[in-house]
């Protein structure tokens, strides 16, 4: 079964730009998540998706970041513009559901550097 | 005070040691407990599950108190390849079952 896949893996950025991450959840899992690690801290959520609805987004920063799940399978979070402190990996994962005992699956990630 | 707040780390022990990790809670409408393993680097990837009964699998031992909003995680045996970040995982009953990650418990087995 292939997993969470995530692109690109490395990104280099000077702060005021932009840039966008690609997420595409496991066959058939209909919950989505974001999620950004700055070093040395645990995952913090930054939107959860249940199929292309959002179920919370209470701490994505909406003035800079913006996400969508079109069509309820692949998923794209943008930055725009970024800051020096947006410098962290950011965490793709799928679930079959949300909630119980249900496993989450992550991606590798993408590690985000502005400069 | 934090959602899910973990033991400070580094832990350092010496192979075949027993090691214990307790993590904390402040939503008590949290319904589903995880421990989650993280390696230098690597994305997290799901440990166990901790029930209410507690659980077991192998050298790892899960255990939950609801009344007093409380996990643990115990490693008997401990191995060079048990090195990692430990992640507490919390579901909340609420708000579309929303997640919350503690900052992890780093460890380090030595030989």
């Known amino acids: 079964e292939a997993g969470v896949a995530q692109s690109p893996r490395y990104k280099i950025i000077e702060k005021r730009q932009s840039v966008a991450f690609w997420c595409n959840p496991i066959s058939g899992h209909a919950t989505l998540y974001w999620y950004q690690q700055i070093l040395g801290q645990g995952p913090k959520l930054l939107i959860q998706?249940?199929?292309?609805?959002?179920?919370?987004d209470s701490q994505l920063p909406k003035d800079r970041f913006s996400a969508e799940r079109l069509k309820g399978v692949d998923s794209t979070l943008k930055i725009q513009p970024a800051k020096l402190e947006d410098s962290a990996v950011y965490l793709c994962?799928?679930?079959?559901?949300?909630?119980?005992?249900?496993?989450?699956?992550f991606g590798p990630g993408t590690r985000l550097t502005v400069t | 005070r934090k959602e899910v707040e973990q033991d400070p780390g580094p832990f350092n022990v010496p192979e075949g040691a027993t090691v214990a990790f307790n993590c904390t809670y402040s939503?008590?409408?949290?319904?589903?407990f995880f421990w989650y393993r993280q390696d230098c680097r690597k994305e997290p990837k799901l440990l166990m599950s901790?029930?209410?009964s507690g659980n077991e699998d192998g050298r790892f031992t899960a255990q939950l108190n609801r009344a007093s909003q409380y996990i643990s995680l115990l490693i008997r045996d401990s191995k060079l390849s048990d090195s990692a970040t430990y992640l507490c995982?919390?579901?909340?009953?609420?708000?579309?079952?929303?997640?919350?990650f503690g900052a992890g418990t780093r460890l380090f087995v030595k030989a």
């Open positions: 994962a799928s679930s079959l559901v949300a909630g119980g005992q249900y496993e989450q699956y």
């Open positions: 901790v029930y209410s």
């Open positions: 939503n008590s409408a949290s319904q589903s």
């Open positions: 998706f249940q199929n292309n609805g959002v179920v919370d």
């Open positions: 995982v919390v579901n909340l009953g609420t708000g579309g079952f929303k997640t919350i």
